[in-house]
Nanobody, 123 residues
Framework: QLQLVESGGGLVHAGESLTLSCVGA????????IGWFRQAPGKEREAVLC????????NYADSVEGRFTIYRNNAHNTVYLEMNSLKPEDAGNYYC????????????????WGQGTQVTVSS
């Protein structure tokens, strides 16, 4: 089991930026694919971006194309989600999750989850 802790959420104005962090506890972190998901009130959890253990990233949300970037620093057991040009529709609770093997868009394919960090974007 891999413990994950997200941070970096907050309240921003539309057009501003935030970078979320997902820190994993354990030596297996570098072997895991890490995905970022988000969930807005009343909506289903959706996959945003994922990065594999070999640093290959996959975008699952067309709405964030060109605005969000995922990258990892295994020396610090951390995966980052850099979010630029934020829009009100980007608001929600952002979660990171880990799984063995490749990235996958389905939340039920992930084994371990963090508690989430809240992102609020005012218009």
């Amino acid at each position: 089991q891999l413990q994950l802790v997200e941070s970096g959420g907050g309240l921003v104005h539309a057009g501003e930026s935030l970078t979320l962090s997902c820190v994993g506890a354990g030596s297996v972190f570098e072997t895991k694919a890490i995905g970022w998901f988000r969930q807005a009130p009343g909506k289903e959890r959706e996959a945003v971006l994922c990065i594999s253990s070999s640093h290959h990233d996959t975008n699952y949300a067309d709405s964030v194309e060109g605005r969000f970037t995922i990258y990892r620093n295994n020396a610090h057991n951390t995966v980052y989600l850099e979010m630029n040009s934020l829009k009100p529709e980007d608001a929600g609770n952002y979660y990171c999750a880990s799984r063995r093997g490749y990235c996958w868009p389905n939340a039920d394919r992930y084994d371990d989850w963090g508690q989430g960090t809240q992102v609020t974007v005012s218009s």
